[in-house]
């Protein structure tokens, strides 16, 4: 399968290397003649690094992010603090790892570096993409083409892919904009600023502050109102210091004493758009800033894309064979979450720049009284394991309504930490680990809301030695039991979209409601399904248990 990603922003170059680490066929288009990121920081949530250290940049980030202490909400005037989340070795206690600020451009070098320039092309300005025999055609604004079986539009908030697979709509200009800048570190350390996430929330207005690129700097952010028409989105705007100083003139001496020691200022114009109801059109799909721009409250925009990459690789794996299923279920299993970080930015831009004084004060009591509140802001975004998540997301519902799944694995303890968390999540526990009377290993797992049992089975010794591979586990066999003549439908549906084919079995039974039928099927990369349908069975099963 060859993919196409358009855009080479921290979200194209994750899913590019994501693909890559999944032997798929990858290459990236760029529009931009060299590839570098503008000065600025950015913080990366647990969530996102557990993607970044999977595709093997634990190294490279460790060299040069700076892992903050907490994340700190303070007063515009006074800096009290107004509310803490715990960060540091607390944060990978609490969800599994690393709260890291980052410099955009050691991000996006540690990115390239492990794609490699092969994968790259720069100065290729994609002007439209179209669906034709089976395949997608892409045009460049200086008359080049290219043909890939998928096309991942990666071109961020005015994206052209995004016209195609949505129809062409404007993004919408939030009237806010956001003046960076980069101060050097001796000035952070002169104000006494410590390795923390400091924002400030006044009314109006907000500013954020961190050391980036080791603590050789410190990047701030300062999100202000606009009553001008905004008409372009730029990195490169330059802005005025002393427009920015204007604005926060009574603010904190940390703030102040940042902006004033900072040469060069930038703004940004930050534009929204609502969630699309749909990011794919045939074999082409969408990712980051082009799927779901977001304002930057929760600072979850690069994060969120580096977990669509993660989601991305894996569907396509799985569904190797099937490109256009693959991308189907790619955006089924990520559009509710990111329409909820978006909802979730949206809200917290009106809470820390809330306009009325009177209601800046009662925010600030609530919070002063229950300093732990804003973890609770975070943790459902943070604590969201993507890597973990890693397979089997197309039959996510059918194991929902089913009472019995087997599976059968290479290594067992390898499998159930993969699994682990996936059956978590689907609400099963682990109840019992066996030995069959052959020695075959086995973990029963009973799910907590309805009963329904899913057998984990490590493969007898002459199977495990077959090539069957989907992902990272070796996952030889699954399992359907059904119950009723349309679970067994569901299945086979489910399984021959994930393209298997049947091997044996009738395509068609006597439906009897006591009686047996199975079919099997091979699927790609040589894993074999089994839809069974023995109700009697189960229902001693279940009565058993
Ligand atoms: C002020 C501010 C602060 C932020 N802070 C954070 C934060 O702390 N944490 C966080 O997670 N997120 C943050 N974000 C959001 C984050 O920056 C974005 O969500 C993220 O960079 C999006 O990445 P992307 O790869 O989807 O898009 P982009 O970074 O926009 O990359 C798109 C790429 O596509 C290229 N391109 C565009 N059109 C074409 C075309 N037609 N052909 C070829 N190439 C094309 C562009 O040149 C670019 O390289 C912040 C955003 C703002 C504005």
């Known amino acids: 399968m060859r993919i196409a990603i ?10 590019a290397l994501a693909l890559r680490r999944a032997d798929h066929e990858v290459h990236v288009y760029e529009q931009a003649r060299v590839l570098r990121e503008v000065g600025a920081g950015v913080a990366i949530s647990p969530n996102a690094v557990r993607v970044l250290h999977h595709i093997g940049l634990a190294d490279a980030l460790a060299r040069v992010a700076v892992a903050p202490i907490s994340m700190d909400s303070r007063d515009w005037h006074s800096g009290d603090l107004l509310g803490r989340v715990p960060l540091g070795e607390a944060a990978v206690e609490r969800w599994g790892a690393p709260f890291y600020h980052l410099h955009r451009a050691d991000l996006h070098d540690a990115l390239r570096a492990a794609l490699g320039d092969a ?35 990666a071109d961020g908030v005015h994206s052209v892919v ?15 904009v956001s003046w960076r800048g980069l101060a050097p570190a001796s000035a952070g350390e002169a104000l006494d600023l410590e390795r923390r996430h400091h924002s400030f929330w006044g009314p109006h207005k907000q500013f954020v502050a961190f050391f980036v690129s080791s603590g050789r700097f410190v990047n701030w952010v300062g999100n202000t109102q606009s009553e001008e028409d905004w008409l372009a989105e730029s990195w490169s705007a330059r802005g005025e210091r002393d427009e920015v100083l204007a604005l926060f003139a009574d603010w904190h001496p940390q703030v102040r004493g940042l902006i004033a020691a900072t040469e060069s200022v930038y703004q940004w114009a930050l534009f929204d758009r609502p969630p699309l109801s749909s990011w794919t059109r045939g074999r082409v799909t969408l990712l980051g800033d082009a799927a779901h721009p977001m304002l930057p409250y929760m600072a979850q925009g690069a994060s969120q894309s580096i977990e669509d990459a993660c989601a991305l690789a ?39 720049r809330l306009m009325d004084p009177a209601e800046v004060e009662a925010r600030n009591a609530r919070l002063r009284e229950s300093p732990e509140a804003p973890i609770a802001r975070f943790d459902w975004i943070w604590s969201h394991d993507e890597v973990g998540a890693k397979t089997l997301e197309p039959v996510r519902s059918l194991l929902g309504s089913l009472n019995h799944v087997s599976i059968t694995v290479r290594d067992l303890d390898d499998a159930m930490r993969f699994f682990g968390p996936f059956l978590a999540f689907l609400g099963y526990d682990l109840v019992e680990s066996l030995s069959d009377p052959n020695g075959q290993r086995l973990h029963v797992n009973a799910n907590r809301h309805n009963g329904a049992v899913l057998n984990v089975w490590e493969a007898k010794p002459e199977l495990a030695a077959h090539p069957f591979e989907v992902y990272e586990v070796g996952l030889h066999h699954i399992a359907f039991n059904t119950d009723t003549r349309e ?44 839809v069974v349908h023995q109700p009697s069975k189960v229902r001693a099963w279940r009565a058993k248990r």
Request: aromatic share 8%; hydrophobic share 40%; with cysteine.
């Open 119 to 153: 994968h790259l092309t720069l100065g290729a300005r994609c002007t439209s993409v179209a669906e034709r025999d089976g395949a997608v055609e892409i045009r460049f604004a200086d008359g080049r083409e290219a043909v890939a079986d998928v096309v991942v539009g």
């Open 314 to 352: 894996r569907c396509l794996t799985v569904h190797r064979h099937a490109p256009a299923a693959g991308i189907e279920a790619y955006a089924a299993g990520r559009m509710d979450r990111t329409a909820r970080v978006q909802g979730a930015s949206r809200e917290a831009s009106r809470t820390v």
């Open 6 to 15: 358009v855009g080479a922003g921290i979200g194209g170059l994750t899913a």
């Open 487 to 530: 679970q067994v439908d569901e299945a086979c549906a489910l399984v021959t979209r994930l393209g298997a084919r049947v091997l044996d079995g009738p395509a068609d039974f006597p439906y009897d409601p006591q009686g047996w039928y199975a079919v099997y099927f091979l699927g790609p990369d040589g894993l074999k399904f089994e």
């Open 162 to 176: 995004r016209d195609y697979v949505a129809g062409p709509d404007r993004a919408v200009w939030s009237r806010q």
